[in-house]
């Protein structure tokens, strides 16, 4: 065999084979003894047809896989060469035979990345600052009040603050029910302004079972006012009763004995959710930076790997018909993320000599059972008899490398204001 291999790509190649007449007719002369026990011909018992008879009759049927098996094969050597770190068996690209002559054929084949890490250092990232507010303390008070709150029937008509549960019936301008515009067992809260001053103010005073007539205005666009009517049929009113904020409320919390400590937890638990949050964006930031600092390209069919196990995840979970397609065009983008992040890690860990030993394993198995209060022991017979302890390796393992990256990176801090809705649910 006469072969070359030209790029085509940072990471596709083209294999152009000559195979020889000499390896070509003993293949076929195979595959022709090996039809000719098999083949049924009238005048001759089974496997007695004389070979020339064969060889006349079916040496076309048979070229075309003789030619595949001896295209791959070939390739096989070719591949077996270090050089070519190939991901996936060739694609025969073409295959051409003159009348005794060779075999020619081109194969198409992807190969591993070359990763060169060129900047590991001196990534320019931001870290973000957030400090926990008063505000951020009383909107989680708040939520923690509603949570406890006491639900109690009204019985002397609605005011503001109170939650009506009602079903409501759309109405043409005469007052006839309208078909198919019911919508029951709703519930709005007088004074929230979802549905405008003008419809809760006619609800004021209601109590269970009444039934009033009422309009809805709004804007449907600008300068057109829309004028909706319905019938509300009420079935309860209610209040919430938030609890006091005082010592007996932190107690009922949990270990706290009075509300000043429950305040100074809550203080201390946003503090380090905000910690954690911009440490994670930080981190995230440094994965972008060193995805940009070191450009390399990857083979399709490893995205497409890659994509196709993520959706066979996707349609296990999913509970109705997924759009593959667009799935598949909506997260390639986050696919080569994946990847490339996945091979750099790999990289830096050989490079930088980031490897998690047996005695780091073993540390971090006492750390985690004192945090949890278990036994070390328990905690090693868990991580050891299953795939968690591959996962604790791979978490050890990023900890180190993000500290690698972190040594020299450039960290830009900047105070920034974010909702509180962003963390009071965290408590």
Do not use: C
């Amino acid at each position: 065999m006469e072969y070359s291999v030209k790029e085509i790509g940072s990471v596709v190649y083209e294999a152009t084979l000559a195979i020889s007449n000499d390896e070509i007719q003993p293949e076929i002369e195979k595959a022709l003894k090996k039809l000719k026990k098999d083949v049924s011909m009238p005048g001759f018992r089974k496997g007695k047809i004389p070979l020339d008879i064969i060889r006349t009759r079916y040496t076309k049927n048979v070229e075309p896989e003789v030619y595949e098996n001896l295209i791959n094969e070939n390739f096989k050597e070719i591949i077996k060469s270090d050089k070519y770190n190939i991901i996936s068996s060739g694609i025969i690209k073409s295959m051409d035979r003159q009348t005794g002559g060779p075999l020619e054929a081109v194969i198409e084949f992807q190969v591993a990345p070359k990763i060169e890490l060129t900047k590991i250092d001196n990534l320019q990232v931001t870290k973000e600052i957030r400090e926990v507010t008063d505000q951020d303390v009383e909107a989680t008070l708040e939520n923690m009040r509603k949570r406890y709150a006491v639900i109690k029937q009204v019985e002397d008509g609605a005011q503001d603050g109170h939650f009506i549960s009602a079903d409501l019936q759309e109405l043409d301008r005469s007052g006839v029910p309208i078909v198919g515009k019911k919508i029951t067992d709703r519930q709005f809260q007088l004074g929230s302004g979802n549905f405008g001053d003008k419809f809760e103010s006619q609800l004021t005073e209601v109590k269970a079972g009444d039934v009033r007539s009422v309009e809805v205005v709004y804007q449907n666009q600008p300068g057109q006012e829309v004028t909706e009517y319905y019938q509300v049929e009420v079935k309860k009113v209610e209040e919430e009763i938030l609890p006091e904020l005082d010592d007996e409320f932190a107690k009922s919390i949990g270990e706290y004995e009075t509300i000043d400590q429950l305040i100074e937890s809550i203080r201390e638990h946003l503090t380090n959710t905000l910690e954690k949050q911009s440490r994670e964006k930080l981190r995230q930031d440094l994965i972008d930076e060193l995805i940009k600092n070191n450009m390399f390209d990857l083979p399709p069919l490893m995205i497409d790997d890659y994509l196709d196990s993520w959706i066979e995840s996707v349609k296990k979970q999913a509970k109705e018909p997924i759009n593959e397609t667009e799935l598949r065009q909506n997260n390639r983008p986050l696919a080569i993320r994946n990847l490339k992040w996945l091979l750099l890690k790999n990289k830096l860990v050989e490079q930088e000599n980031l490897s998690v030993g047996e005695e780091e394993l073993a540390a971090s198995f006492a750390n985690i059972a004192e945090s949890a209060k278990e036994d070390v022991e328990e905690i090693r017979k868990y991580y050891y008899n299953n795939k968690h302890r591959d996962e604790l390796k791979d978490q050890l393992e990023e900890e180190k490398i993000f500290a690698r990256l972190m040594e020299n990176a450039e960290i830009n801090e900047v105070n920034i204001q974010s909702q509180p809705e962003n963390i009071i649910q965290t408590v």
